[in-house]
């Protein structure tokens, strides 16, 4: 009877450090620093379009959408319309896909990424606040801070690259659709990729 309780009381301390964030409710803010050393608050974008990628440059899934340039294509194309695109590594020290800020910024250069900033989460604060399962999870947030979008990238959960080209992307759709000023409902897909590596 002690152990049965015991594993209760684990159990629900660590559903405590999950959050669950709801398409259609305000975003929780947060507060990270980015590969240059800057701090970076999602408040701090009040009244934008924002954009959180989770990234783990190790990841099958990642590395699809970075040797495609699918992923910079969007960066590029949405931070040209003053959407802000904050992409974050959630991984532990020690773990797959962990990046130090010169790392990061390395990684940037190499791949001619366009995101607004990588945010270093190494903690894992800011993917449990969102509850961030895999590589790529993807967020859109609106304007007045309310969660518009979670989920996968596209409709096609493979690691091949010639896939890019076939699937639908719910990212580029959405933001596409909203910029257009066409009325979006606010959804949620299931993610694909690698877990996040906390």
Same mark, same amino acid.
């Given at each position: ?9 684990? #159990?629900?301390?660590?559903?405590? @450090?999950? &959050? !669950?964030?709801?398409? %259609?409710? /305000?975003?929780? =803010? ?53 959407? #802000?695109?904050?992409?974050?590594? @959630?991984? &532990? !020290?020690?773990?797959? %896909?962990? /990046?130090?800020? =010169? ?96």
């Amino acid at each position: 009877r002690a152990f049965i309780i015991i594993l209760t009381v684990c #159990v629900s301390v660590s559903a405590l @450090s999950w &959050a !669950e964030v709801e398409v %259609g409710r /305000l975003a929780p =803010d947060f507060t990270a620093t980015d590969s240059h050393q800057q701090q970076r608050s999602l408040s701090d974008y009040k009244d934008k379009y924002v954009v959180l990628e989770w990234f783990n440059p190790e990841c099958p899934f990642v590395k699809k959408h970075y040797n495609t340039g699918n992923m910079q294509d969007l960066q590029g194309k949405y931070t040209a319309k003053d959407v #802000v695109w904050l992409t974050i590594d @959630s991984s &532990a !020290e020690g773990n797959q %896909g962990y /990046l130090d800020a =010169d790392e990061a910024n390395d990684y940037l250069e190499e791949k001619n990424a366009k995101s607004t900033a990588l945010l270093i989460d190494a903690s894992g604060e800011i993917g449990r606040l969102y509850g961030a399962k895999t590589t790529p999870h993807m967020f859109i947030i609106d304007p007045e801070g309310v969660l518009v979008y979670q989920g996968a990238i596209d409709d096609v959960p493979s690691t091949d690259l010639e896939d890019v080209e076939i699937a639908k992307n719910y990212v580029d759709e959405t933001l596409s659709s909203i910029l257009a000023g066409k009325p979006v409902s606010a959804f949620a897909t299931k993610s694909y990729g690698c877990s996040v590596k906390y």
